[in-house]
């Protein structure tokens, strides 16, 4: 369906951003999605904002893709939504037993009630429920939040130090075997009984951290505030984009010339450049399921890219799709995302499920928007703050890809890296 835009001038985008957010919150569902002014290859939309639902679907694995395609075709329309992890179990014939507390459905998308489109210049909304004159009269009569104190929150740790290493030593054993070459590990940081404003945590995670795949998503009483510097997959046209992340290295925020050497020392490092081109051959070879003949291509290799908190290794890999195929079928053959999986995708994921404490839930998911004409773009969820407002249950998680050169101690120390601009909210 095609949705009527209203559209006005602005010189504040982020007051708006700000003003935005705290209209759609007022919603049971709401999704908001930031680049943060990244001017990246394949640019994404600088800011969209998804409020209230039309129509939706919400289920688990089992015949989620099938599903979530009979929806799109009935509801030709934006579409906004995630993929958690356990859709695994349907796209391998998987299963996963440990509990997840944060409880988001594997698949949810909504049909919303009103879009609101920002950039530097003007805000554009489309409303099935308001005016638009209405939506823009109130964005700018919204009062400021004001920033509050930082609330004092204990994380406890899933693995200790010294049973995560002897776990890094146990996956090297199955490397040295041959189960696999590369695997993305884990470990999960959570709080019981904690309250806290979902609203103002995500605002203080986007000035300590913003990146260009954030986003801000509500589904009644579960929230995800997430800072994610990753593209899982994009389409534009027949066009698909991937840019995994596997590589990772401090900044050094005292001297630029510090911090240009950090940038070398990630480019030249070999076992980054080995977990990043497995992840590349891995992501070609799913592209190449759904992709032309022939169209499948590097783009980039061992790219590095700045953020708030590190350097980062990214390629970008991209194909074109077959006309025959839907859009849905281009997630269910690259999902879940081979940079928090590893290679080959089956083997670890059973791995994946054998050591890790805790069910991934909607990390190492995606979340993102689907065009009325079937384009979508969907980031990879790391990064992230994960809360369940009914069961005051707040965790997040991080991990890293281990291959048979990983040193343990270096991994534990990556993972907290990693993990730097959460801890500071707290």
Not at 312 to 336: C, E, Y
Request: charged share 20%; hydrophobic share 35%; net charge negative.
């Amino acid at each position: 369906m095609t949705k009527h835009f209203t559209s006005f001038a602005i010189d504040n985008i982020a007051f708006y951003k700000q003003q935005m957010l705290s209209w759609g919150n007022r919603f049971n569902i709401c999704c908001l999605l930031d680049n943060h002014n990244y001017h990246l290859q394949h640019g994404s939309v600088e800011c969209v904002l998804a409020a209230g639902s039309l129509k939706s679907i919400q289920l688990n694995a089992g015949n989620a893709f099938s599903s979530l395609k009979s929806f799109a075709q009935e509801n030709n329309d934006w579409l906004f939504g995630h993929f958690s992890y356990g859709l695994k179990n349907e796209v391998e014939n998987l299963s996963t037993v440990k509990e997840d507390h944060v409880q988001f459905p594997d698949l949810f998308f909504f049909v919303p009630e009103t879009i609101i489109l920002l950039d530097e210049k003007s805000v554009s909304i489309s409303s099935e429920k308001f005016s638009a004159q209405e939506i823009f009269d109130q964005l700018q009569s919204t009062k400021q939040f004001d920033s509050a104190a930082k609330n004092p929150v204990t994380f406890q740790q899933r693995f200790s130090h010294d049973e995560y290493i002897q776990t890094i030593n146990k996956l090297k054993a199955h490397i040295l075997k041959g189960d696999c070459y590369e695997i993305n590990f884990c470990q999960e940081f959570f709080a019981d009984n904690i309250s806290i404003d979902p609203e103002l945590t995500y605002h203080s995670l986007s000035a300590v951290s913003p990146n260009p795949f954030a986003a801000y998503y509500k589904l009644d009483d579960k929230f995800l505030l997430c800072a994610s510097p990753e593209r899982y997959l994009k389409k534009e046209n027949q066009q698909l984009i991937s840019q995994p992340i596997k590589g990772t290295w401090q900044r050094n925020h005292e001297s630029e010339a510090g911090d240009e050497s950090y940038k070398q020392a990630l480019y030249n490092s070999q076992k980054d450049r080995a977990e990043n081109v497995m992840v590349v051959d891995l992501v070609r070879n799913d592209l190449s399921k759904i992709c032309e003949e022939g169209t499948v291509k590097v783009d980039e290799l061992f790219g590095i890219y700045t953020f708030p908190q590190v350097h980062q290794m990214i390629s970008t890999i991209s194909g074109t799709m077959r006309s025959d195929l839907h859009w849905v079928d281009a997630i269910k053959a690259t999902f879940p995302m081979g940079s928090m999986t590893g290679a080959p995708k089956k083997r670890v994921m059973e791995l994946i499920d054998q050591y890790e404490k805790t069910n991934r839930g909607i990390y190492s998911g995606a979340v993102g928007y689907v065009k009325p004409n079937g384009d979508f773009d969907f980031n990879v969820v790391i990064r992230s703050l994960m809360y369940n407002e009914s069961n005051r249950y707040l965790s997040y998680q991080v991990g890293g890809g281990i291959t048979f050169y990983s040193d343990p101690e270096l991994e534990y120390e990556e993972c907290l890296l990693k993990a730097q601009g959460i801890k500071r909210l707290f």
